[in-house]
């Protein structure tokens, strides 16, 4: 009689099985060209000079806080924001250590203990009048947080569109001043969707609970649209759509809005994981708009984090782990990635040239 084969084990719901592929591993020590990290905070308020060490280690030539005028404290669970003076930065950073740190601005965009904007109030006014003084004192950018369709009201409770054209004489102004605008609009698809065990989220979502927007006023699609009209009725400006135009998961999308407005651009940071599960089209779409894509991280400094980047842009390699969206070299990844394996003339576009076209101010610090 045979016997009869064991019952299948049960999993518990956290199993990570041992991956059994054997492949080699190609982590450049540094990037094969200088880099501008063009997308990035001042987590926790690392000095200046542990920060040039890890730069300088892996080939970072310049680091570049869109967030100037703000604080970011962090610890394990996360980080929050403060508004401070951007004097602060062009103090302890910008001086120590010239030539290597930049900043941008979020003029009065910079508010999180109140997401109260009077548009009828003179807000757009103010914000003017904050942009022209932080530029002149070496801001190269405006920056705009998600907050902008997603948490931002007025007094009366309305929710405010990222077209709203009261805020039009804001990105007008950009404009004049020859300095783009990153405007982060959206964040991804799963956190929109239910908590629930289809979401690719859940892991991150559980971790990180406020990062859920299901149930938003405006839908990622409302917010992406909205964004798309905006930066059409500004041509003369030039946007900087992060995080793969915000949309990693249908770069079919991504492709068309670079097609249909000349002013966009757009950086990759913290999504080498998006664009790592899909290597095929992620390097056909940076290959056919190569001069429109910016290196930023976005993830605390550290050189596994910048290696990681290398290898995702540099290697061939298949099949890897990639680093949490804080830079977490213990996350639980959702999926592995494979490497593009660029050429070297789209890695150099990449990693600082498109940067020192998209961003004049740069031009003056590069060395």
């Known amino acids: 009689?045979?016997?009869k084969p064991a019952p299948p084990v049960a999993l518990p719901p956290a199993a990570?099985?041992?991956?059994?592929?054997r492949r080699p591993a190609h982590v450049p020590e540094k990037a094969h060209f200088p880099v501008i990290d063009a997308h990035n905070h001042l987590f926790a308020d690392t000095p200046a000079k542990e920060m040039t060490a890890v730069m300088d280690a892996?080939?970072?030539?310049?680091?570049?806080?869109?967030?100037?005028?703000?604080a970011l404290p962090f610890d394990e669970k996360g980080y929050t924001i403060r508004r401070r003076d951007l004097a602060e930065f062009e103090r302890d950073w910008v001086n120590a250590q010239p030539g290597r740190f930049a900043a941008f601005t979020m003029a009065e965009f910079a508010r999180w203990d109140d997401f109260t904007i009077?548009?009828?109030?003179?807000?757009?006014?103010?914000?003017?009048?904050?942009?022209?003084?932080?530029?002149?004192r070496g801001a190269l950018g405006l920056k705009v947080t998600k907050e902008l369709g997603l948490r931002f009201h007025t007094p009366n409770g309305k929710m405010i569109p990222v077209d709203d054209p009261r805020l039009s004489p804001v990105w007008k102004r950009a404009g004049e001043l020859g300095i783009p605008v990153l405007i982060h609009t959206s964040d991804p698809v799963g956190f929109f969707l239910p908590l629930d065990e289809k979401n690719e989220h859940l892991s991150t979502l559980r971790k990180y609970p406020g990062w859920s927007f299901h149930g938003s006023h405006f839908t990622k699609r409302e917010l992406l649209e909205q964004r798309t009209r905006m930066m059409a009725e500004h041509p003369g400006t030039t946007f900087i759509c992060p995080h793969v135009a915000n949309n990693p998961e249908d770069l079919d999308w991504v492709c068309s809005l670079l097609d249909d407005l000349p002013n966009v651009c757009i950086d990759f940071s913290a999504r080498m994981d998006e664009m790592g599960r899909q290597p095929y089209s992620a390097r056909d779409f940076l290959l056919r708009f190569q001069d429109r894509v910016l290196f930023g991280s976005d993830m605390p400094i550290s050189t596994a984090m910048y290696r990681a980047y290398f290898r995702f842009l540099e290697s061939r390699d298949e099949y890897f782990d990639y680093p949490g969206y804080l830079g977490e070299s213990d996350n639980l990844t959702r999926w592995k990635i494979y490497g593009l394996h660029l050429p070297d003339v789209a890695l150099e576009k990449i990693y600082y040239r498109n940067a020192l076209r998209i961003i004049p101010g740069l031009k003056g610090i590069w060395t």
């Open 1 to 3: 009689m045979k016997k």
């Open 118 to 136: 009077d548009l009828e109030g003179g807000f757009a006014d103010l914000c003017v009048a904050t942009l022209d003084e932080e530029v002149r």
């Open 16 to 21: 990570r099985p041992e991956v059994l592929l």
């Open 58 to 70: 892996v080939g970072v030539r310049i680091f570049v806080n869109v967030t100037g005028n703000c």
